[in-house]
Every structure is written in C-alpha cells, then in structure tokens.
C-alpha cells in the first residue's frame, strides 16, 4: 500500500538525449503531448511487480489532470485512496487508516517524477530522454533523472497516437511499477473542486 501511495505521489518533470530523425522523433512527440494537454482524465489499472518479475498487487481508479500543477489521483479498487496535488501541496488520504499526509510540492520532490505531467518542472533540467521504439500500440521514451540521489532509476512513459496510454517506474529496490491508462480524454472542462482537499472529520492528519 505504501508504495502506491509514494508511486502516485511521484507520478503525475524530465535534456533531451537524441541523434538523428529516428530517435528525435517520440522524444518531440512527448514534448508536444505534455505542452498541448492542458488538462486531462483517465481511467488506470496499476500493477506493483517485484524482483521476481510477479505482480504482487493490481489497483485500479481515476486520474485527473489540470496544468499548471494540479492532478488528483482517485484509488477505487482493492482499496480507496485519493492522492490531490493543488496549492503548492501533496495530500495523501488513505480511507482504511483514516490518515492524511499532507507534503510540499517543492525543490525537494524536483528529482522525481511526480511533477512529469503537472508541469511545475523544467523537463530539461531534471531528466534525460531517450527513445525506446515502439511496442504494441505504444511508442516509448525513458526518462533517467539526472540526480544522482534520485529514489528511482528510469521512468519509461507510453503513447498512443498522441495522448497518454501507458508508464513504467523502475525503483532502487528492483520492483516495478505499471501504469495502464484508458478513456483518456484530453483537454476536458474540470471542476475545480476536484483539486479541493479537507481532511475528513477525525482523520489523523501528518505534515512535513
């Protein structure tokens, strides 16, 4: 449970590394995907894998996008969890412990992903990018952290003619986690009230 809970934190930031039309090509594409989508909704299935190569745990919800800086992540099932990014801050809800982490979305988490898709990140600044082929429907560009205290080794991102379909985080721990993206929509109207938090009445409430 904890390490979805860190995952989506850190999902939702990237020099580019190219030679040639070939590899240029779906680094340009990212590129163009995260400057045109200004928000975004998605289902998502996400699969925890270790070092073994077996799953050890599917989960499955809804993800909202909104540039600059506001995503919300909504865990439905096994269990419930909500993950909303506005404000500068990260809450973390989990329902079963009834807890709340509330973190600074700041310099301090400029290392990891977790602004990739927010926008609040210079790309270049934080990540190398490097074409990866195609396989299946999807073409494929790595991410590697230029920070050497980075908490990961690479994010691999997936698209699908243009928009969003998969993610892949490798950490240092050797598991890996998979994000499966359908019924994207890009660019939809969104309430604002989907990046409102307040704590639930008597939730235990934890800030950095």
Known sequence: MKKIIIFAGLIAMLLVHASGYAEDKPVRQLKAFLKNTKSLTADFKQVLINEA???TQTSYG???LQRPGKFRWDYLKPFQQQIVSTTGKVWFYDTD???VTVKKLDESMGSTPALLLSGEISLEDNYTMEQQ???GDLMWVKLVPKSQE?????VLIGLNNDSLGGM???DNFGQLTRIYFSNVILNPPLKQTLFEFKAPKGADVFSD
Do not use: A, I
């Not at 980075?150 to 690479?154: I, L, M, P, V």
């Open 97 to 99: 412990l009834e807890q």
């Open 133 to 135: 082929g195609v396989d």
């Open 53 to 55: 190569g077996n799953p």
């Open 62 to 64: 809804v993800f909202y």
């Open 168 to 170: 892949e985080l490798s």
């Open 150 to 154: 980075s908490s990961f080794k690479y």
